[in-house]
Nanobody, 123 residues
Framework: QVQLVESGGGSVQAGGSLRLSCAVS????????MAWFRQVPGKEREGVAL???????NYADSVKGRFTISEDKVKNTLSLQMNSLKVEDTAMYYC?????????????????WGQGTQVTVSS
């Protein structure tokens, strides 16, 4: 089992920045690719950013150039730096891990989910 705990969410004005962090613990060897997802009530969950074991990254078109995913294997943390935030970025953000080792966000399926952290962007 892999445990994931997110932090760093909050409220910010449009154009601002936030950095989400995810503490990874447990059977870390089961985690190959990792990704951030987000969900707005009433809408489908959306994959935002992925990083694989070779540190290749993949982003949703809606966040390319604004968000950066990274991981620190020493500290066992996954991060998401979010810049130039827009009102439409408002959502619950989830840290996820997968035993799958690919780099395609479209093909990614999470085996483990965190509890989520809320991001609210106001105009």
């Amino acid at each position: 089992q892999v445990q994931l705990v997110e932090s760093g969410g909050g409220s910010v004005q449009a154009g601002g920045s936030l950095r989400l962090s995810c503490a990874v613990s447990g059977s870390i060897y089961e985690s190959c690719s990792m990704a951030w997802f987000r969900q707005v009530p009433g809408k489908e969950r959306e994959g935002v950013a992925l990083i694989d074991m070779w540190k290749r990254t993949n982003y949703a078109d809606s966040v390319k150039g604004r968000f950066t995913i990274s991981e620190d294997k020493v500290k066992n943390t996954l991060s998401l730096q979010m810049n130039s935030l827009k009102v439409e970025d408002t959502a619950m953000y989830y840290c996820t891990a997968s035993r799958w080792c690919g780099s395609s966000l479209a093909q990614y399926q999470a085996n483990y989910w965190g509890q989520g952290t809320q991001v609210t962007v106001s105009s």
